[in-house]
């Protein structure tokens, strides 16, 4: 059975903190499905990001073009919340495009609104303030996991930490978020492979 708006407000309100039922109610006033197809964008580089995503079920990805090539920063699936952060605080253009990956079921919940709403009670701006370090802290680490010097070791990084990055993700992709050229990240597949257990 797919999700509802209030049953996304209740996975919120149980991962960063507790919500009476009218603040429950509130919340997922606010927030409305939305399913993509691969390849559709949910934010265009130069668009303003103005919405905070939850992924119910898909994948997709924040990239931005440097030279002529794609770069893959953050790569997103079941569970996360994925925001263009620059761009959504400063109400700025943003740098990235939001790509899905995969047809996917998100649910879109609009910052404007919800920061007004965070006004009216404490547990609601507790909310708030948890899904902000979370994505913080993943994006810390994910800039971490790719200053490993070794191209085998941040590759084993990814496939231990999230191998369904790696399953579900083309190739090309998870080269580019390891920032390796793909032949490079096709013999590290084949080393790791060739390596016994």
């Known amino acids: 059975m797919p999700d509802t708006s209030k049953d996304i407000a209740r996975t919120l309100a149980r991962r960063y903190g507790t919500l009476a039922p009218n603040q429950l109610q509130q919340l997922a006033a606010l927030i ?69 990956l995969e047809p996917s079921s998100l649910f879109s919940l609009p910052y404007a609104d919800f920061t007004l709403l965070t006004q009216s009670a404490y547990s609601l701006c507790h909310i708030y303030i948890s899904m902000l370090q979370e994505s913080l802290v993943s994006a810390r680490q994910e800039a971490e996991m790719r200053r490993i010097d070794s191209a085998q070791e941040r590759y084993g990084h990814l496939l231990h930490h999230h191998p369904d990055i790696i399953r579900r993700t083309p190739l090309h992709i998870v080269a580019s978020y390891l920032h390796m050229r793909p032949e490079t990240l096709s013999r590290v597949r084949t080393a790791m492979a060739d390596t016994p257990l």
């Open 32 to 100: 409305t499905p939305l399913r993509v197809r691969k390849g559709d964008l949910l934010l265009k580089a130069g668009d303003t990001c103005r919405h905070i995503y939850y992924v119910s079920k898909g994948l997709l990805r924040h990239f931005h073009r440097h030279e002529g090539k794609e770069l893959t920063e953050h790569i997103v699936y079941d569970g996360a919340l994925i925001i263009c952060g620059e761009s959504l605080f400063s109400e700025t253009p943003s740098p990235f495009t939001i790509e899905a």
